[in-house]
Structure formats: C-alpha cells, structure tokens
C-alpha cells in the first residue's frame, strides 16, 4: 500500500520569493518514483518534476527542485523565484515499479503567489 | 499535437442517465488510467487498463464500465447515473518500464460530469 500525505492547509508567498510545498511518503514498495504535478484554475494537470528512489542527487527542473529524504520519507518541492503564474494547486503523488503500478495522490496544497 | 485527448470536455445530464466519455492518446503508451477528481479536489484511481486488458479495478461501483477497443483508447460508460457521479474524470496514460521515462503519467484535460 501506497500513502502521500500533504497537510499544509493554503500556502502564500511573495513574488520573487521561494516557497517549499511540504510531502510525506509510505511505501511497502523497495523501488518507487516521486512525482509532483501542479494543476492550474484551467483544470489541467501538469508534471513538475520526478524523483526516483534510487536517484543519487535530488532532482532539478527550472524553478523546481525536490528535497528528497529517503530516510525520513519527504519529498519536498520547492519553488524559486514565485511567479504570479505558480498560483495552484500541488499534488504531490507517488508510483511503485510493479506492473500494476499506478500514481497515488496526495490531498493536493493550494498556492498563491502574491504581487 | 494532443497526447492525451478526452471528449467531452463538460457533461450536464440528468439523474439516471447513461453517458459515456472517450478518451485517446497518441503516446503509443500500453497503459492507460480513469482518475477521479472529487469535489475536495482529491484525485483517486478508478481502472487501468493494460493493452487492453483490465489489470487494476478499484472498488468502482458496476455502473462504470471501462472499454479498451485497442491500446490507444479506453473509454468509460456509466449507467443510471448519480447525483454523487458529479465530478472531473480524468484520462491518463504512461509506458511503463523502469525510470523516468517509463513511470510519468501524461492526463487529458479531464472531463467536468455534473448531473442534476
């Protein structure tokens, strides 16, 4: 069994600012990914950013950066430079390596980016 | 071009109705999904199918019926349907195989059902 949990109720940030969007993980799975998508007013789901299990550095996308700590099961996005358009909500999901492997979400972090 | 398409992309109907939701990708993927977005925005699984074939059923009530007609598709009726039915649907599929590559999930743009 797969748990993501994301309990940071709304979060703010100023423009320019960085913000880091909290994750917590459970796995009984011993090779796994990390994901984060972010999901805009318009509906869409968008990937951020994938970390893997067994990935030796922490991964980087742009703006994005993942601070994975495999010992204490976080998976922490975080967000440089705020831009208006980061307003959105987060999910923060995980995904075993098995054939019947399928994304598990988290609740989701609603961002707002303040002028 | 549109990796993953749905139609339609709004739904209104009425009270136990039957509708049906299409969905294709042109990712040549062999895994394709159905998600659940409720109205607390919570994102749950409901099918996966895998070339064709059903290999993930998550305690989805009988009156949603997945159809995979070849791997590019995968389809999704649902008879007599409720007012608790209202919610965004989402299509998704990924190619499976180790890393990156074979583990991220591309979406459709969803699909908004509210029944009245």
């Known amino acids: 069994a797969q748990k993501i949990t994301q309990t940071q109720p709304g979060m703010f940030v100023q423009e320019k600012e960085a913000v880091t969007l909290d994750c917590t993980y459970d796995?009984?799975?011993?090779?796994?990914?990390l994901f984060w998508y972010k999901q805009p007013s318009s509906g869409e789901m968008i990937f951020l950013i994938y970390?893997?299990?067994?990935?030796?550095q922490n991964a980087t996308e742009g703006r994005y950066s993942l601070n994975f700590q495999k010992a204490r099961k976080s998976a922490n996005l975080v967000i440089s430079a705020s831009q208006l358009g980061d307003s959105a909500m987060y999910f923060c999901a995980i995904r075993g390596t098995g054939a019947n492997s399928k994304l598990t979400f988290g609740k989701g972090i609603t961002l707002s980016v303040r002028p | 071009d549109t990796a993953v398409s749905q139609t339609p992309k709004y739904l209104v109907t009425q009270m136990g109705n039957d509708k049906s939701i299409k969905c294709e990708q042109n990712?040549?993927?062999?895994?394709m999904y159905w998600y659940k977005q409720d109205s607390k925005k919570f994102l749950k699984i409901m099918f996966s199918?895998?070339?064709?074939?059903?290999?993930i059923n998550e305690t989805v009530p009988n009156r949603f019926s997945p159809k995979s007609p070849d791997k590019a598709h995968l389809n999704l009726h649902i008879n007599s349907l409720e007012l608790g039915d209202s919610a965004v649907y989402f299509c998704a599929s990924s190619q499976g195989g180790p890393g990156l590559a074979g583990a991220r999930t591309y979406f459709g743009p969803g699909t908004r059902l509210t029944v009245l």
């Open positions: 990712l040549g993927h062999d895994t």
């Open positions: 796995t009984s799975d011993p090779s796994y990914g």
């Open positions: 970390q893997g299990s067994y990935d030796q």
């Open positions: 199918y895998n070339n064709k074939e059903l290999i």
